[in-house]
């Protein structure tokens, strides 16, 4: 896609979710949930990018979302400070676990990563007297760059706040993917030992896709917590984590628009399948899903993508089915 | 001490066993700057285990590796890389999902960045003109926007010559560079290298088997045989030893 065709599409989709969600309010909370999950799986492709797929990223939106809640509870600090402070704890979790999860590809690296979530998770639900347990902890609304406000006030603020993170994380995953880091992330997809034998470290490499894609979570971690006001263990069980790379691969894992497509289409088709088909919303998720896998492997994006430029040149066909771009 | 001086790459009684098997056996060598080495023996002769542990892919029992006058014994084939030791392999070791100009930005990115990496694209941070010269001087440049894994056996081969090479490397070692390759088209691509390694005045080692390449492009030969060096020299005189012919060349 061309930059100017990208940044009005962009400009477009940013005014209509504004537009929506103000003149009808019930939805700014979904919004916000598909905004911070969007956040999350622009991580999420990062690792993609490598060739890998971890089952444990929500652990980074767990670990910023409690630094919220505990900054939030022990010193009321105001909410851009919460979201720069917690995003700030997942990547030093993540700087300090990703020097292990780096030694490692494929299934070991996935399972690695649940492994260290569901410490996690264990961790938060059994020690109750610090954590809240299984319950979770409550923080009260903070103040938003120094206007007390009140909840319907506070969401729009907060919309207009994930708005700007996800351009900006977005823009900040494209650039990355363009620069030298993130080509060379790729390239340790394809061919680690040449990336050695070029005198290029792989796992510093890697180290950095973990760090950025940590936080990313953890931004949306943060933004998921302020919409909330509540944190729970919940956030960084496995299946969130396994949600996460469902949207990856629902919006295409191509590009960082994919990411906030991807969740969009999630937020909502959980929402209507929940009211349609109640107790059976993953039912419909799934047949979302396997469709996605045999009609668009490159996900919502590529069929966006398809749409937006017919046949050029240099197009090239899908050669690997989606599970092998996924897991190789 | 001056012949150890002149010497670029040098071997100590380098060992290394794999089981029963012995892939290097004592292994003494020495190589001068400017030399062109071709290297003969049969499969299991252990050629390439000798190039695996000189580029720290393999680590030696015994035995130390010496080059541009460093220790380089059990250093890894980053390290050793970064002082001035490019390799292609037998089977090409490129990057097939980016273009072959992406794999030598990427490989350039090693040495000759300009700064700013994650915010500058990729042929921003990095000296495009390097880049395209060697592009050029192994005729890779009407290739350049074609993805790497999708070029032919032969082109592919040189791109993994030019990746190395985009370096500025002080030593090549290139394990059969001609493999793979249909036989009319072995010479022209030994050309093509050979004169991108003349330009750049890299000393060089092949991997090679086919002894007519041998004859025209070495001006050294050593056979291996069994973890050993069974004769080394000018070509023409290891190539007339009754040992190689009996046990490398076969009649």
């Known amino acids: 896609m061309r930059t100017a065709t990208l940044v009005s599409l962009v400009a477009v989709l940013v005014l209509a979710v504004l537009g929506v969600s103000l003149s009808m309010p019930w939805l700014k909370t979904p919004v916000l949930m598909a905004i911070s999950h969007g956040l999350a799986v622009t991580g999420i492709i990062v690792l993609i990018r490598a060739g890998q797929v971890s089952f444990g990223h929500a652990m980074y939106a767990c670990v910023s979302g409690y630094a919220v809640a505990f900054l939030g509870r022990a010193f009321h600090l105001d909410t851009l400070w919460l979201v720069v402070l917690g995003t700030m704890v997942s990547i030093a979790a993540a700087a ?23 410490v996690l998770f264990s961790v938060l639900g059994k020690f109750g007297g610090l954590t809240g347990g299984t319950d979770g902890l409550r923080f009260d609304r903070p103040a938003f760059a120094g206007f007390v406000m009140e909840r319907e006030d506070f969401e729009t603020a907060l919309l207009g706040l994930g708005l700007v993170l996800a351009v900006g994380g ?30 290029i470290s792989a796992k510093r490499v890697f180290w950095g896709g973990y760090v950025l894609s940590a936080t990313l979570c953890g931004l949306g971690g943060t933004l998921f917590a302020l919409t909330q006001g509540l944190v729970t263990p919940d956030m960084g069980y496995w299946v969130r984590s396994g949600e996460l ?56 994006y590529g069929l966006l993508v398809r749409r937006c430029k017919p046949p050029e040149p240099k197009a090239r066909a899908v050669r690997k089915n989606v599970v092998k771009e996924v897991v190789a | 001490m001056s012949e150890a001086a002149a010497s670029l790459l040098s071997t100590r009684g380098l060992s290394l066993r794999f089981g029963g098997i012995v892939a290097a056996d004592g292994i003494d060598f020495d190589l001068k700057e400017g030399e062109r080495l071709a290297v003969v023996g049969q499969n299991g002769a252990g050629k390439t285990t000798f190039i695996n542990i000189c580029t720290g892919y393999l680590k030696a029992d015994a035995g130390q590796v010496k080059f541009d006058g460093a220790d380089v014994t059990g250093q890894s084939p980053r390290a050793i890389t970064r002082r001035g030791v490019g390799r292609s392999f037998q089977l090409p070791q490129v990057f097939t999902e980016h273009t072959v100009r992406d794999c030598l ?109 041998v004859r025209q492009y070495a001006t050294r030969l050593a056979a291996w045989i069994a973890g050993r060096i069974a004769a080394d020299g000018r070509p023409q005189d290891v190539l007339s030893d009754p040992v190689v012919i009996r046990n490398v060349i076969g009649e």
């Open chain 1, 245 to 300: 790379v469902f949207i990856a691969i629902l919006g295409g894992s191509g590009h960082a628009l994919g990411a906030f497509i991807g969740a969009f289409v999630f937020e909502f088709v959980k929402l209507y399948a929940a009211s349609l088909l109640t107790g059976a919303w993953q039912l419909a998720l799934g047949i979302v899903l396997i469709v996605m896998v045999f009609v668009a492997p490159k996900g919502l």
């Open chain 1, 96 to 118: 300090l676990i990703g020097v292990f999860m780096v030694r490692y590809r494929g299934i070991f690296f996935g399972m690695l990563n649940l492994a260290f979530s569901m």
């Open chain 1, 170 to 199: 977005g823009v900040l995953v494209m650039r990355y993917f363009g620069g030298v880091n993130g080509q060379c992330l790729a390239a340790l997809k394809t061919n680690e030992t040449r990336l050695e034998y070029l005198g």
């Open chain 2, 105 to 213: 930005l990427i490989a350039a990115s090693s040495v000759h960045r300009r700064g700013g990496g994650l915010w500058r694209s990729l042929d921003r941070a990095v000296d495009a003109d390097e880049v395209d010269n060697t592009l050029e001087l192994l005729q890779l440049a009407g290739r350049a926007d074609d993805i790497a894994g999708d070029l032919p056996e032969g082109q592919r081969k040189l791109l993994d010559v030019a990746m190395a090479l985009v370096l500025r490397p002080k030593l090549m070692i290139m394990d059969e560079p001609t493999s793979g390759v249909s036989t009319d088209e072995k010479h022209a691509l030994m050309a093509v290298l050979m004169r991108a390694l003349d330009e750049r005045k890299v000393t060089s080692i092949f991997i090679e088997h086919d002894i007519d390449i």
